[in-house]
């Protein structure tokens, strides 16, 4: 057969449950053909054919009535009552066979591995409820295959088939000429395709948000200057210790870009590394994000990373988490010697919280959404206050663990966390009597110059390398930190 210049599939989609499928061996390929179909259509109907048929399959048999097994060798007469005919054995004569009698009965055939014998292939499909994108690379390469479906199920949210549904729905309800609804209908979704930044549900308080954002930067500006003669002594006369948290600042704010989480853990075990009380550790902390985290929500925003819906069952939660948190610690400033180990702890378990998730990140998820949005945003908010960090370990990976979409749970996360960052650092403000300027100055430049670098460069890095450094980093430091108060104790 003279070969074609160019792409020559059709795409179809079929209802097997319709159709009687003939699968020739039993094997692994063929328990692999198998899956494949049941995998779209568990209420197909196929018979599979071979002289040995392997214990899975006949374990999808017992389950599945309208699989039918005939232990036996293939004979033409087989195919009789198929409407498609799949070969899954390893026997090219076999191979060969089954294709000329398939043929001579106008059946279509698929040859297992053979794509130049095959009449039509059984591509990759991405399925979202109603919704399958089947992907085809002409038979040239089935590995490219499998990663464009595992792209589009990374990116595309589950929360699709509700929209779909609701389309399905409006449907229903239109009235007039197929012209009509379908201009109704093209209205309707004429949202979907819209640049990135006006993908919200939220649009009449969206200028809101981002005016809150820059008064409230001015307004601690402000306080900073009027109420902090240490901060403009600091302003005058630069300490050295300010580079240290610069280039601190700007490291932790990158890995968080890249993992969305762990800033307020590292940041907090380095301050309480280089002496930084506990409470002034954690003003540090959500002084600096104000501004990072300020950056890196309307760059998500921009990129159309945030769920309102989400956003708006989180925000009030955590911000009385935080104040709570805030307020709590701030009066318990005398003790701060005392606190700095359980800090150290704190961080030393989230650690180990984050090395864990590193080498269990590729695991499928088990169970469904995460119902208790409000309770994980105020415990999140308290926790995240009182040990200087935690918000993006608790809220962010309890999200993308309970099915959330990881790209849009990261983007509302990082947007949340600017207001919860303000709320606490308004409080920490309030209640101290002092502050380390040089750390806090370093912690805010170094993560705002990292923001907008980091939320772009998010999908680019290693996680798994990011996470495994961070998790060991965090915790040898923590484990300085509680080692010299035991031996100072003693």
């Known amino acids: 057969m003279k070969e074609l210049k160019g792409n020559q599939l059709f795409p179809v989609f079929l209802k097997l449950n319709q159709l009687h499928t003939v699968i020739i061996g039993a094997g692994p390929v063929g328990l692999e053909k198998l899956n494949a179909l049941l995998a779209q259509s568990e209420q197909a109907e196929i018979t599979v054919i071979a002289e040995e048929i392997s214990e899975e399959v006949d374990a999808l048999a017992e389950r599945l009535p309208q699989i039918k097994l005939l232990k036996k060798s293939y004979m033409a007469a087989d195919l009789e009552q198929a409407a498609i005919v799949i070969a899954a054995t390893n026997n090219n004569v076999l191979n060969e066979e089954i294709i000329r ?19 039509f292939y059984l591509g990759s499909i991405v399925k979202k409820g109603d919704l399958k994108i089947a992907i085809s690379t002409n038979g040239k390469s089935p590995t490219i295959a499998k990663r464009l479906k595992e792209l589009f199920n990374d990116n595309l949210p589950g929360e699709l088939d509700i929209t779909l ?14 012209s009509s609804k379908v201009k109704k209908l093209n209205e309707v979704s004429a949202v979907l395709v819209e640049p990135a930044a006006s993908k919200t549900s939220f649009p009449k308080f969206r200028w809101l948000i981002w005016l809150t954002i820059v008064l409230s930067i001015a307004v601690l500006i402000a306080v900073f200057w009027q109420r902090e003669p240490e901060f403009q002594a600091f302003v005058a006369d630069i300490n050295p210790v300010f580079y240290w948290f610069l280039a601190g600042g700007f490291i932790f704010a990158m890995v968080d870009g890249a993992i969305g989480m762990s800033y307020g853990v590292t940041s907090t075990a380095f301050s309480l590394s280089m002496g930084i009380p506990p409470a002034s550790a954690s003003m540090g902390v959500h002084l600096s994000e104000v501004l990072s985290n300020g950056i890196a929500g309307w760059m998500h925003y921009r990129m159309g990373n945030i769920n309102w819906k989400l956003f708006k069952l989180l925000i009030i939660p955590g911000i009385v988490g935080a104040v709570t948190g805030a307020y709590l610690l701030s ?67 309890s999200l993308i663990a309970g099915g959330r979409n990881a790209r849009f749970s990261l983007g509302t996360v990082k947007l949340t966390r600017f207001f919860i960052a303000l709320m606490s650092s308004l ?55 509680i080692v010299m108060f035991i031996l100072k104790v003693i």
């Not at 106008?106 to 297992?112: F, W």
């Open 101 to 119: 009698d398939a043929h001579a009965l106008k059946l279509l055939v698929n040859v297992a591995d053979k794509p130049d014998l095959c009449d």
């Open 165 to 178: 549904q609701q389309m399905s729905s409006l449907r229903n309800t239109l009235q007039g000429d197929f």
């Open 331 to 397: 009066s318990l400033e005398h003790y701060g010697p005392y606190i700095k180990p359980f800090i150290s702890l704190y961080t030393l378990i989230l650690g180990g919280v984050i090395l864990s998730k590193a080498f269990n990140i590729s695991k499928k998820r088990v169970g469904g959404k995460i119902k208790k949005i409000t309770l994980l945003g105020l415990f999140g908010g308290f926790i995240d206050a009182v040990g200087g960090g935690g918000w993006g370990s608790i809220v962010l990976s």
């Open 427 to 481: 409080t920490f403000i309030t209640m101290l009597k002092s502050a380390h300027w040089e750390a806090v100055a370093g912690l805010v430049i170094g993560s705002a110059l990292a923001a907008p670098i980091a939320a772009k460069v998010s999908n680019r890095i290693s996680v798994k390398s990011i996470m495994v450094a961070v998790g060991i980093i965090v915790i040898a430091v923590s484990l300085r930190s």
